[in-house]
């Protein structure tokens, strides 16, 4: 079994390295992260020697991790990185839902965990989620204690509801907001759309950026057959 291996990532691009144990999940996460500006998947690799390798050679910026590796417990692939002296960003894309698990990816400084399976929308605002907290930190001067409290609390916390992912607007925003406030129950990413006139796809966007940074809660509506419906409510 062999990485597959690209060139860096060329200036102001994110570097990304996707690890994944199944050669299809990965080509299909690969396609996923390549349609979030800056994002630029720089390799894959299928298991925990080859991730290591990959890191060695390539120098990404994020590593999106599997877990369920056949040579090594995903996890423990952090520390080796570490020990190599690599300061890459992990986000943890896993189908382990156990809760020692997430506790350990949290206190090895994990960015983010997501939950497999997952759609592109579930993946996008994480990654623009990540770019936004990233810029941040690049950009902070550190003056005095305030500036210390932003940096430590910018690789945890989520973006404020105020600060927009590139690509989305205030006015877009504040209308989905409204809607969503003045909503007799939750509504879906459908009904937004008809109620805003804004595309289905749009409203999703919109409605889980409200969701990562907190302002929105979701809530799944099991029909007969199919995927379950996500639906959303204001908090509050």
């Not at 800056?38 to 599997?66: C, Y």
Request: charged share 25%; with cysteine.
């Amino acid at each position: 079994m062999t990485a597959a291996h690209s060139t860096p990532a060329a200036g102001g691009a994110i570097g990304v390295l996707v690890v994944d144990d199944d050669f299809m999940v990965a080509r299909v996460h690969r396609r996923f992260v390549e349609q979030v500006e800056p994002f630029r998947v720089v390799g894959t690799a299928h298991t925990g020697r080859q991730a290591i390798d990959a890191v060695d050679e390539l120098r990404p910026d994020l590593v999106l991790l599997d877990l369920y590796l056949p040579d090594v417990f995903g996890l423990d692939v952090i520390p080796r990185l570490r020990s190599a002296g690599h300061d890459c960003d992990v986000m943890v894309i896993s189908a382990a839902q156990e809760a020692d698990t997430v506790r350990r990816a949290a206190r090895r400084g994990v960015v983010d965990y997501l939950l497999k399976p997952f759609d592109f929308e579930d993946l996008r605002p994480r990654l623009e989620r990540y770019a936004t907290r990233r810029d941040r930190l690049l950009a902070t001067v550190v003056r005095s204690q305030a500036d210390v409290d932003r940096v430590l609390a910018g690789g945890t916390a989520a973006a404020p509801a105020g600060v927009l992912p590139k690509g989305m607007s205030v006015e877009t925003a504040e209308l989905v907001e409204r809607t969503l406030r003045q909503a007799d129950g939750t509504l879906s990413s459908a009904e937004c759309a008809a109620l805003t006139g804004i595309s289905r796809v749009s409203a999703r966007r919109y409605l889980e950026h409200f969701h990562n940074t907190g302002s929105a809660e979701v809530s799944l509506r099991y029909g007969a057959a199919g995927r379950p419906e996500r639906r959303y409510g204001w908090r509050g």
